[in-house]
């Protein structure tokens, strides 16, 4: 069966501070992998989505980056984290359907 | 672009039936997703509509109506675990998600 893992649960960081939140897959081959975002009382934004190996779409300007190493782990990263940057932050594979990972309580202080 | 569209909150008395509706606009689509989210968690897959027509499965159906751009989630029985957002979410080569509509059962 299909599982995907992501860490960390929570997160504090501070601010300008790196940061790296690693999503892996289990039990399948060539997902495509998503990032999304999701500020507090805020609907789901897709940051970046993969359809293979160290192919990467960004689809919102901003001071993040991903990147896909290997074909089941999707890797988001940031330099210099911001205020703006707190949020829960959830990794899915698909298809078929998209499978959501349990998600990183990111905030950034 | 994508335009999604459905109510921000509604209310219903547990035991009762509820429709969420969605409109959506989008260059292109595979199909159209519903999934719930309970606060602080992850969302879960509820259904998803390739063709025209009603989707039922225990509980839940889902409807669509691809030349309309409009899709419902209907909620039989509710219960109070029910509480929680349902978002819409039409797909081509990934999913945008709606805003979500918030549900809220009172007892």
């Known amino acids: 069966s299909q599982t995907i893992h992501q860490w960390p649960a929570t997160l504090v960081q501070p601010v300008g501070s790196p940061l790296s939140l690693e999503c892996t897959v289990e039990?399948?081959?060539?997902?495509?992998l998503y990032w999304y975002r999701q500020a507090a009382g805020r609907g789901l934004q897709l940051l970046f989505y993969?359809?293979?190996?160290?192919?990467i779409s960004s689809e919102v300007p901003q001071n993040l980056s991903a990147s896909r190493p290997q074909d089941r782990q999707f890797i988001l990263s940031s330099k210099k984290l911001l205020l703006s940057d707190s949020g829960f932050y959830l990794c899915?594979?698909?298809?078929?359907?998209?499978?959501f990972g349990s998600g990183t309580r990111l905030t950034v202080v | 672009g994508q335009n999604i569209d459905q109510p921000t909150e509604m209310t219903a008395t547990e035991g009762a039936i509820v429709q969420i509706n969605c409109t959506y606009q989008?260059?292109?689509?595979?199909?159209l997703f519903w999934y719930q989210q309970h606060a602080g968690e992850a969302p879960t897959f509820l259904s998803y509509?390739?063709?025209?027509g009603l989707e039922e499965k225990g509980r839940f159906s889902s409807f669509l109506s691809r030349s309309k751009g409009y899709s419902y989630l209907l909620l039989k029985e509710l219960q109070m675990k029910d509480s929680a957002s349902y978002l819409c979410?039409?797909?081509?080569?990934?999913?945008?998600f709606g805003k979500g509509t918030r549900l809220h059962i009172l007892p």
């Open positions: 899915a594979w698909g298809p078929p359907g998209y499978t």
């Open positions: 039990g399948t081959s060539n997902p495509n």
């Open positions: 993969s359809v293979g190996i160290g192919q």
């Open positions: 989008t260059s292109g689509f595979n199909g």
């Open positions: 509509n390739v063709l025209d």
């Open positions: 979410a039409p797909t081509r080569d990934k999913i945008i």
